[in-house]
């Protein structure tokens, strides 16, 4: 995490762009390079095969990522966000906008599970909606939305029977997955619940 903090942001204010995928690529060649000589890898077979795993772990991630960003490019060519705006202009009420957002994205990130599918699908939707309601001005009320749409896309990510986030948690605990899906469940809906009342609130109080 320092070596891609440290590349990251480096190189942003060296360049004025951050350098992500360069950020990852050292972290990955100090990674081989530490296991390498701590002695984990047996053999280059060991690592490439160690190496074939993760990229087959992260692999549906990448897909429904990429999945979900041709589909926002299919929507903005065919203008579904200003079609959502029209539609929703005669009976989303302004206060209930936050709300809305929150379990709109709790249900796609818990049936997908994935936080940044759900980004990648709702952003040219909600954000067209909540700055059009407030004339342009980003306000309380648009931050409040946009916490919403990242809280609602985190709770899937974490309480999804099929986030790789659930799955790598009941592996590191060595539990059956199923049953760390159905005992964390309850606390994850409890918090749920109580961040949508929430959300609820500061709408009514910001928009």
Not at 23 to 40: D, I
Request: charged content about 10%; glycine content about 12%; hydrophobic content about 55%.
């Amino acid at each position: 995490m320092l070596i891609i903090l440290a590349v990251a942001v480096g190189t942003l204010v060296a360049t004025g762009t951050a350098r992500i995928l360069e950020a990852f690529l050292a972290a990955v060649l100090y990674q081989a390079v530490a296991m390498s000589l701590g002695g984990h890898l047996k053999s280059v077979d060991d690592g490439m095969e160690l190496a074939v795993r993760g990229i087959k772990g992260v692999f549906p991630a990448i897909v429904i990522l990429a999945l979900a960003y041709s589909i926002n490019g299919v929507s903005k060519s065919l203008g579904a966000d200003a079609y959502i705006v029209s539609v929703t202009r005669g009976w989303m009420r302004a206060e209930a906008v936050p709300a809305v957002t929150f379990l709109t994205a709790a249900c796609i990130s818990f049936f997908t599970g994935t936080s940044w599918g759900t980004y990648a699908i709702l952003m040219p939707f909600v954000m067209p909606i909540v700055m059009g309601m407030t004339g342009g001005v980003v306000n309380a009320g648009v931050l409040a939305t946009v916490g919403a749409l990242v809280g609602g896309a985190l709770f899937g990510d974490h309480a999804s029977p099929v986030s790789d986030t659930t799955c790598l948690s009941s592996f590191g605990a060595g539990s059956d997955h199923m049953d760390h899906v159905s005992t964390q469940l309850p606390y994850a809906l409890v918090a749920a619940g109580l961040s949508a009342a929430i959300f609820a609130v500061v709408g009514v109080a910001t928009l």
